[in-house]
């Protein structure tokens, strides 16, 4: 059986390990309220100078990226204490958490492994001491709770105080709980006892030193190394990140996810019983979607599959620590179908968490946009889920909404994982889901978009860049092409005018350089050389790239120039290039003149391309300028041949030049000439 359409279920796949709620009152804050100090023992009162600093690392801290560094010497004498009095007078039985987190290393000398840092409690035991002495010592000594971790050089590792053995007023091997030492001191309270007025003592101290390592280690010559101090007070939960916490900001990378490139997004649809086909999509808008022009469509329908849920989920967040999360945003657009005028939810967002460490999904979280603000019918809506409210396993309201820093608090080493049907391992696991479905009828019978998520998180590897991936979804791109045009050369004001087309019509304008080259047509001689943006308005399809053609009257052939186009915005190219043919419209005019009988000239006139029944003359050139002999029409082959009146002595030169004058202008011949000798 699959996972019903209700969110009163954790979701497809889930286990039924539930953990313990967080508290709503969780805190995360630095090391303010606490301070480092140490002396020569507990008894002498000598204090010294603290060998204390905050240290980035060493290597991934539970929390952040630095922890507290304590540095012991060769002195046995020596014991170093961080400590904070902000709980001092708190009742013991009012403590309801107390964790910390270690690493500890040997840096001089012999011997083994270094006993980690330890816990103590500052008691007066009865509550009756106006000046709160201390009546008794509470020890926490990781070394007497290998159950929890055998403690290990050089790595981390988390200690559960409230849950471990405690020795009360020295090293006996865990002979009590704190809860039991609780019950049987119903009115001891955490006390601050210093050894002179002029030195604080807060209750709670993370010691190293002092002989008090446990087992025979008395912790020299080590590095020993706290982080991640979280204190409980009547379930108000307070998480203290010791150390700096400085990140690098790594940027965001943009990715389109459309149906050619999925960027490790899939699609899946299921209901109570089977597996369906998505019928999810990447379409233009609605309006003016967030990023991009286009969205992620989810359909739902009342009557075909009604428990249908569908998913858009991802496996690349998937071992990610919710404490490594730093920004979640995505944009929701929905509608009724015609008809259907419930108001509908937006699309919802899961996380799959793993909360123990042991393989499976513990916790379901889910961000629904109305438990976290006034939902809005047909617009476009932004929501930021690292900072909103969650419910844990079902939709509780927002009255049993939790922060995910509340969760964290709760569950420090909680992460994100895959989350699936093992009886269908090729179905999508990933445990961050987008969902739309199971919340009834408001999510049922509409339209329902998602566009522009933003998922951001710290690196694995130590903490310390954020780094961040914009999803912008998009119907695959429409294309653009140019075409070919041709134009007359003309005199004057010839253009070519090359249309750019898209493929289909879009939301949003779409733009694309463009620049002229040479062909067998020269710039500056042919046409004007050209650069620029072609615009296509959103809804429209079309557009032109224009270039002046420059005109002559030069009989030649037919010239070409490209257009190429590049750079686009909203849209691929598909055919980029585009030819330009400038088309001659040119008459190219020869004369040819040859000696006649009786000492007359034979003037021979033909044009290329034949100029038909054009107007032609013919002049003689003379020394005070030309003389026109003849005027006539050429025939229709754009051709004549005439002997001329005129008859010339012996020795005469004769020069002509002979025009023609057709629609596109007047076209004149070169010179010819003749001599008559004899």
């Keep these: 059986m699959l996972a019903a359409g209700s969110l009163i279920l954790a979701g497809l796949g889930a286990s039924g390990a539930v953990a313990a709620a967080p508290s709503t009152a969780s805190v995360v804050t630095g090391h303010s309220a606490w301070y480092p100090q140490a002396y020569e023992n507990f008894t002498s009162g ?172 008395s912790q020299t010559n080590g590095e020993y ?62 309006e003016t979607s967030p990023a991009g022009g286009g969205s992620l469509k989810f359909t739902l329908d009342s009557v075909e599959k009604a428990d249908r849920v569908e998913l858009f989920r991802t496996t690349q967040y998937d071992d990610t620590l919710l404490r490594d999360l730093r ?13 259907n005028a419930t108001p509908q939810q937006p699309a919802y967002l899961r996380l799959s968490v793993d909360n123990d460490g042991v393989a499976g999904t513990d916790d379901t979280l889910f961000y629904f946009p109305a438990n976290n603000g006034a939902v809005e019918q047909s617009t476009w809506q932004d929501w930021n889920a690292a900072t909103g409210l969650w419910n844990v396993g079902s939709d509780t309201g927002a009255a049993g909404a939790v922060s995910l820093e509340d969760y964290v608090v709760a569950n420090p080493d909680a992460m994100i994982v895959e989350n699936g049907d093992a009886g269908f391992p090729d179905e999508p696991k990933g445990g961050v889901a987008f969902m739309v479905g199971a919340a009834g009828e408001n999510q049922m019978n509409g339209e329902f978009f998602l566009d522009d998520i933003t998922i951001g ?114 849209a691929t190219v598909g055919d980029g290039s585009g030819s330009g043919t400038i088309v001659n419209d040119d008459t190219k005019v020869a004369l040819n003149i040859t000696k006649a009988t009786r000492h007359r000239v034979r003037a021979a006139v033909v044009t290329a391309s034949g100029a038909s029944g054009a107007p032609v003359k013919v002049y003689r050139v003379t020394r005070s300028g030309s003389v026109r002999v003849l005027s006539s029409r050429l025939n229709a082959s754009g051709r004549t041949s005439v002997v001329l009146g005129r008859h010339y002595r012996r020795g005469a030169n004769v020069t002509m030049f002979a025009t023609v004058s057709t629609a596109n202008g007047l076209y004149t011949s070169p010179r010819d000439r003749v001599t008559f000798r004899r």
């Design 327 to 339: 920004t979640m945003e995505f944009n929701t657009f929905q509608k009724g179908d015609t008809g």
């Design 457 to 570: 998180r710290v690196d694995a590897a130590n903490g310390a860049t954020d780094a961040s991936k914009q999803f912008d979804l998009e119907p695959t791109a429409p294309t653009l092409a140019i075409g070919n045009a041709s134009v007359s050369e003309g005199n004057s004001g010839a253009t070519l005018t090359l249309p750019v087309t898209l493929s289909r019509e879009v939301t949003r304008a779409v733009t694309v350089d463009y620049a002229t080259s040479n062909g067998t047509a020269r710039s500056g001689s042919d046409y004007r050389t050209k650069a620029g943006i072609v615009t296509i308005p959103a809804g429209s399809t079309s557009g032109v790239v224009t270039v002046v053609v420059l005109s002559d009257k030069v009989r030649e052939a037919n010239e070409t120039l490209r257009v190429t186009l590049s750079s686009p915005s909203n």
């Design 46 to 217: 000598t204090y010294l100078t603290p060998q204390q600093q905050d240290v980035a690392g060493p290597q991934r801290a539970p929390y952040g990226t630095s922890s507290h560094k304590i540095t012991i010497g060769e002195s046995t004498a020596q014991t170093e204490l961080y400590r904070t009095n902000a709980y001092d007078g708190v009742k013991v039985s009012d403590l309801t958490r107390l964790e910390y987190s270690t690493l500890t290393r040997r840096v001089a000398g012999t011997g083994g492994d270094r006993q980690p840092a330890y816990l103590r409690l500052s008691v007066d035991a009865d509550g009756t001491d106006d000046a709160h002495a201390i009546d008794q010592t509470l020890y926490f000594f990781p070394a007497n709770n290998s159950d929890q971790n055998p403690a290990a050089n050089g790595v981390w590792q988390s200690w559960d105080v409230s849950g471990g053995e405690i020795d009360v007023d020295g090293d006996n091997g865990g002979t009590t709980t704190l809860a039991d030492y609780a019950d049987s001191h119903a009115d001891a309270v955490l006390v601050n006892a210093p050894f002179d007025e002029s030195h604080d003592a807060g209750a709670i101290s993370l010691i190293t030193g002092g002989q008090m390592g446990g087992d025979g280690d």
């Design 225 to 286: 190394f706290v982080d991640r101090v979280i204190v409980g007070q009547n379930d108000q939960d307070t998480l203290f990140d010791f150390g700096g916490n400085d990140e690098t900001n790594g940027g965001t990378t943009n990715e389109i996810v459309d149906p050619a490139n999925d960027q490790r997004w899939k699609h899946q649809a299921y209901g109570d019983v089977d597996y369906y086909d998505s019928t999810q999509e990447f379409v233009d808008g609605p």
